[in-house]
């Protein structure tokens, strides 16, 4: 959620009327749009509350003739709608109500191994429309890939215009490291991708926010802490399980990700030197015991699509067999070793599961428990291990929270004035 920041007028402030300098007029009023919409973003905590012109005066400490000129200047920008009137009182006239508008959107996507997906977010929050398409990515050109997610890019956009619903930017989540000021997927292990600048302009046009691209892991964690178990814990670990193992780290309700957007990627952390080879060009990584083939080879599951194996996994431990209950037990015990040494070193106080390991977190859970308790034992150790409740649709929402959240950070963007 975006937060309000205080206005200081500092050093571009007249030294003798304190008036804000001629050039910095304009700061201060886009400072103020953003203070206006932040409130607007930190009612929505109350879902019957509609705030007015009013309210909004009172929560900003600006006057009531500043806040008026700036939510009209929202409302032309197609930022805020008016909801209709609403009592501010026992006595009094009936003030509008206002609320974000919900026929203004943005875009998330993902590209993973094994499938791409888009969905379409109001800024309102709400996952409006969501498609998922199953393809074999690992391998494939970067070209091929954006011509498949740029189709169902395609098919969201005509639903969103269909609605009544304007585009106006989106997130790419993409499993590696990139570089999202130049839209290069520096390296991506499990897709084969290293240094290729994706062609991000042409998902969505016409949107004025473009395309964003970023880390899946990051992205999930992001959606984790807006919508999920980030509500609960200041400081935690995420740990996303897909074909492989990625994780993202919350410190203080904000994602550390390290100067390379890398911090906390635990799924290239080696957990057993003279482990087997990795995908990485090391040995012993977190995700050739935790990734989803080496646990479906552990369980003595076939080759097939991921979500068929994964659909036979459930099957086998909800039946208590004993090869899949102890696949998912050994990927804990690992899970457990990396989780320890990352949840020592920053003082975490959860470590939240996702991805594929949502479901298997009855099996799951205990054994990373014990493997906290044993690695890193004392406080940490009892940090608490949560199952995430987005599922497959966590950095997707990151994706298109990142978007959401560059909207109402730059809501001057869109209005006449500026």
């Not at 920041?5 to 749009?33: C, Q």
């Not at 009094?92 to 590209?111: A, Q, S």
């Not at 939240?352 to 493997?371: E, K, N």
């Amino acid at each position: 959620m975006i937060k309000a920041a205080e206005m200081s007028l500092g050093r571009n402030a007249d030294s003798v009327t304190g008036r804000p300098a001629p050039g910095r007029v304009e700061d201060v009023r886009r400072g103020n749009l953003v203070r206006v919409l932040a409130a607007m973003v930190q009612a929505r905590t109350d879902p019957n509350f509609r705030p007015t012109r009013a309210d909004l005066a009172s929560r900003t400490g600006l006057t009531k003739a500043s806040v008026s000129s700036l939510v009209a200047e929202l409302v032309d920008a197609g930022l805020v709608a008016e909801s209709g009137a609403t009592r501010e009182g026992e006595r009094g006239r009936p003030g509008v109500g206002l609320e974000l508008n919900t026929r203004r959107g943005v875009v998330g996507m993902e590209i993973n191994v094994d499938y791409i997906s888009a969905g379409l977010l109001d800024l309102g929050g709400t996952l409006r429309i969501h498609r998922t398409l199953e393809s074999g990515n690992r391998g494939q050109t970067p070209e091929s890939v954006m011509a498949l997610l740029a189709g169902i890019v395609g098919d969201v956009a005509a639903e969103a215009s269909a609605a009544g619903i304007l585009i106006l930017g989106g997130g790419l989540a993409v499993p590696g490291l990139v570089d999202s000021s130049s839209g290069t997927v520096a390296s991506a292990p499990n897709l084969h991708w290293r240094g290729v600048e994706l062609q991000l302009d042409r998902l969505l046009p016409a949107a004025p926010f473009g395309t964003v691209l970023h880390n899946e892991a990051n992205c999930a964690a992001l959606a984790e802490l807006w919508y999920g178990h980030g509500l609960d814990f200041r400081d935690y670990l995420f740990v996303s399980g897909e074909v492989g193992v990625g994780g993202g780290l919350v410190i203080g309700s904000e994602l550390f990700a390290g100067p390379q957007g890398q911090a906390g990627e635990v799924g290239h952390m080696v957990v057993e030197p003279s482990g087997p080879a990795c995908s990485c060009g090391g040995h012993g990584c977190l995700e050739t015991f935790a990734g989803q083939e080496a646990i479906f080879s552990e369980a003595g599951i076939p080759p097939g699509t991921a979500s068929v194996r994964l659909a036979r996994l459930g099957e086998l431990l909800a039946s208590g067999d004993a090869a899949a209950i102890s696949a998912v037990a050994r990927a804990g015990r690992y899970l457990g070793i990396a989780a320890a040494s990352t949840a020592r070193l920053m003082n975490l106080s959860a470590v939240v599961l996702g991805g594929h390991f949502t479901p298997m977190g009855p099996w799951l859970r205990p054994a990373l428990q014990r493997s906290l308790a044993e690695y890193a034992p004392g406080i940490v150790g009892d940090a608490r291990v949560e199952i995430s409740e987005l599922g497959q649709s966590a950095a997707l929402l990151g994706a298109a929270g990142s978007s959401l959240r560059a909207v109402l950070a730059a809501p001057f963007s869109l209005t006449p004035a500026s």
